[in-house]
């Protein structure tokens, strides 16, 4: 693996030369086009933004993306008009994803150690009702869920989102992690196991620290999905106190046409930017090889 | 390094302790009541931000007056209120006070989750209601749910437009179906592309149940079948192709992008188009984005039919879960919300208008410009009409989405009108059924 790595650096400092040799013409239109379909990518998320400036009623009349009147009022009637100020809403939202994040990655992370390295009775067959739960669909379940947690006396709690996550219930990262740990080589639990690590050391000090990319993607997806889960959140939390951030804008919305356009979108802009500063900080571990981690 | 893994460790194990502390803690149940006698009810809607917030001081207004009651809101947008509410009816935890749509009504009556609430008449007083209000609730000799007011669904028109092609109103009391769609048809042309006669109709059975009531037909009968034959629909949807074809309206693929938008980005709010179907309650926010004045005319064939078919609707109904522990108290709210006139003034029209005259009137002189003219046109109107539809069979929520499916493989030419009928008959009766 480790030498694979290897070669493959030299061949990238090789291939370095390449585009050098390319013309400048030929690099400025590759260049061109991939900023353009770039744009093109992006049209959408620009409309939003140029929208969340434009009074509410003329939204959809001048739908070109140069406003002709400038609202940055919408972020404060948006930030403002619901019942409670929209940081309430992404504190909520935040305290549900840091608790999400902390679950997966403990949980998920060692389930899948026990599937990739212990051998236990029903290992095949657990492992396969474990793939067979990432295919429910969410309507399947929600309804006894709702009797479980509403049984406990959960509902309009932040446990029935959390709690699960400690418990490993996110099948997909399992998964993930499994197939992550499978090819780390066997031969550094035998070297740790010959240092003197139980299964919980080789567990903590070799193969975690190996799976960071896998732990960065575990870490970043939580992220992501759970703070743009809209249904369970729905299902869970009725008292507005407790909303979170997409919940709360869909209270913006009304299906009868009396959507307030201007302040949606501009909270709307306000709930990317914290996706959007995890992805980036998070993004250089997605790429980081595993050869890499491993040797430091 | 490794002290930090040690403190990292021990950190997250105090976590998951603290977690699990917290399970237990929680594991407590804290339904009903607070020990002071305190009486809980919870309250469900849906609606956008203006209404969760007047619907929050009509809920301090109640507790101000019975400070013995305490109410907790609860609400969301409309596609996500009806999975909340079947999931939490399914869990046993359904909220006090319910506001129902009637195209889901027989469903919660028919697996009991409704109360009747002729049990408790002595606190919830119907007899000023219109007679209309409770139809939409009575069901099987209960009465389920109460209208908390009134739509219509009516033709809006854009004047502006209509003078820029040149031509007059149109008498909305002797129009025809054919007059409409000639109508349409001329505007298109004198717009050039800039504006087109009207969006198209055709999906929305509201109408639909208009033009059979003309006809000497309905959607649905009393007992929850369908009441009309192919024939009709046919018909009905004969003109809606018609009036596309001619090119009254945009052509199909602009008729189905338009057709899947809301209110605020119709041909009538962005102004082209000169008509269009739409319900008296979005009249505001027609005009609203269009930024001039629309208005309302009956519809079509009115008068050139059997008898007039146009009917007024529950805009929704208030329902008191059939499981709640206080009843009564439940039905004093839900009285407040109906018949209070300080109520009505925070209500206005955004739940339709409203059921109770004494409230309408004391109202009146407080609407908004656009919903004084939807109220004056719901008052017009209410003597002519023909009787209230019965509410709708159970599952009648998925006819939408079988209109639209069935209406849009007929546009792109896959079905005649006389299959796609025939289509519609047996979905419909599939969906019913259940």
Known sequence: ?296 | MRTRRRTQLRAASAAALALALAVAAGGCGDDGDSGDGTIQLTFTWWGSDSRHAYTQELIDMFTAEHPNIEIQPTFSDFDGYWDALATATAGGNAPDIIQMEERFVREYVANGQLLDLNTVSDVLDTSQLDPAALAAGEIDGGLYTIATGFNAFAIVADPQIVQDAGFEMPDDTTWSWQDYIDLTVDISEAGGGDYFGAQAFGTNEALFNIYARQQGEALYNADGTLGFTAETLAEFWDLALEQIERGGTPGPEETVEIGATGPDQSLLATNRGAFGTWWTNQLGTLSGSAGRELVLLRQPGESTGVQPGMYLKPAMSWSISANTEHPREAAMFVDFLLNSPEAGEKLLNDRGVPANPTVRDAIADQLPPAEQQVADFMSELAPTLGEAPPPPPTGAGEVVDIMQRIYEEMLFGNLTTTEAANEFIEQVQDAIAT
Request: proline content about 6%; overall charge positive; glycine content about 6%.
């Open chain 1, 1 to 296: 693996m480790a030498t694979n790595e290897l070669l493959r650096t030299t061949d990238t400092a090789d291939s370095y030369r390449g585009p050098r040799r390319r013309p400048w013409w030929q690099s400025l239109l590759i260049h061109g086009g991939l900023v353009g379909f770039g744009l093109v990518m992006l049209y959408p998320l620009l409309w939003m933004l140029s929208s969340s400036f434009k009074p509410t009623d003329i939204i959809f009349r001048e739908p070109g993306l140069i406003p002709t009147e400038l609202e940055p009022g919408n972020y404060v009637q948006g930030w403002t008009a619901l019942l409670h100020p929209f940081h309430r809403y992404i504190f909520n939202s935040l305290v549900i994803v840091a608790c999400s994040i902390v679950g997966n990655l403990l949980a998920c992370s060692m389930t899948a150690y026990a599937f990739a390295r212990l051998n236990f009775r029903g290992r095949k067959l657990f492992f396969a009702v474990m793939l067979a739960t990432i295919m429910l669909p969410i309507h399947v379940v929600i309804v006894p869920q709702y009797i479980l947690f509403n049984e406990l006396g959960w509902i309009n709690t932040f446990y029935p989102l959390i709690v699960p996550k400690f418990l490993a219930q996110d099948a997909f990262f399992i998964f993930l992690m499994v197939q992550f740990i499978r090819v780390l080589p066997r031969e550094l639990d035998e070297a740790a196991r010959i240092d003197g690590c139980n299964h919980w050391g080789i567990f903590w000090r070799v193969i975690m620290p190996l799976s960071m990319p896998a732990l960065a993607t575990t870490a970043i997806f939580t992220f992501i999905w759970t703070w743009n889960d809209f249904y369970s959140q729905l299902i869970f939390l009725t008292d507005p106190d407790l909303a979170t951030v997409p919940l709360a804008l869909r209270f913006f919305v009304d299906s009868q046409g009396d959507t307030s356009w201007g302040p949606l979108f501009s909270m709307s802009i306000v709930a990317l930017v914290p996706i959007f500063g995890f992805f980036l900080a998070g993004q250089r571990y997605l790429v980081r090889g595993i050869a890499t981690t491993g040797i430091k």
